[in-house]
């Protein structure tokens, strides 16, 4: 079974500075995606960003970015200039065919 | 990407009653979900609710204890029957468009007393 791993249940960064959230994942699929979530405490869950497992390249939305290790199974999450407005929950998620497996999750507190 | 709205947004009930919870899609989607989430933890798939068909549960989870209806291509429910305290927890619909991303409805928190 296809299995997401958070390592760090928590992380925190000073406003502006940079932080990376990890995540690794198991799988013995070829094709699927991978997706990072923020989820406030509104409780909305909101889609920061998605990779393509065919996608060599990095993807990036804005101020985030990801590291995609194919071969690691790696997903990491980096956020520049953090702002207040990112302290949240960060779930990591794979999906393949229609299997969404999410981490455990990650609270990012943010310091001014 | 889809505007996905739930109802009630949260809930009081007492033991041995049954809640009911509506999600609305603004857009004809092929794929819906339901999916707990207790607290301080992670998302957990309940069942995919399939439009014309019996919803498929994951493991663990039963259609007696969590009934589902999908009437349309927009439109779903999911039911908590006689719930007890280990139910409360914040309940979140989903719905993927194109069968790739999933866009989450704003969540239904419940209390059981």
């Known amino acids: 079974a296809q299995t997401v791993t958070q390592s760090q249940p928590e992380m925190s960064v000073q406003e502006a500075e940079t932080v990376t959230l990890s995540c690794t994942y198991d799988t013995s699929e070829s094709d699927y995606y991978l997706f990072w979530y923020k989820q406030p405490p509104s409780r909305q869950m909101i889609l920061v960003i998605r990779?393509?497992?065919?996608?060599?390249q990095n993807a990036t939305e804005n101020r985030f970015s990801v590291n995609f290790q194919k071969a690691a199974k790696s997903f990491s999450l980096k956020i520049s200039d953090s702002q207040l407005g990112d302290a949240a929950m960060y779930f990591c998620a794979y999906r393949s065919n229609n299997d969404m497996r999410f981490g455990a999750g990650t609270r990012l507190t943010v310091k001014p | 990407s889809a505007v996905i709205s739930q109802k009630p947004s949260r809930d009081i009930c007492q033991r041995g009653t049954s809640l009911t919870i509506q999600c609305q899609v603004d857009?004809?989607?092929?794929?819906m979900f339901w999916y707990r989430q207790q607290p301080g933890q992670s998302l957990t798939l309940i069942a995919t609710?399939?439009?014309?068909?019996?919803?498929?549960?994951e493991s663990g989870f039963v259609i007696d204890k969590f009934p589902i209806s999908r009437p349309n291509l927009t439109f779903s429910t999911l039911t908590v029957s006689n719930m007890s305290p280990e139910d409360s927890s914040i309940y979140l619909c989903?719905?993927?468009?194109?069968?790739?991303?999933?866009?989450f409805g704003p969540g239904t928190r419940l209390t059981v007393l």
């Open positions: 990779q393509e497992a065919y996608k060599q």
């Open positions: 609710a399939n439009q014309g068909s019996e919803a498929t549960y």
């Open positions: 989903s719905a993927s468009p194109q069968g790739v991303v999933e866009f």
């Open positions: 857009s004809q989607v092929t794929m």
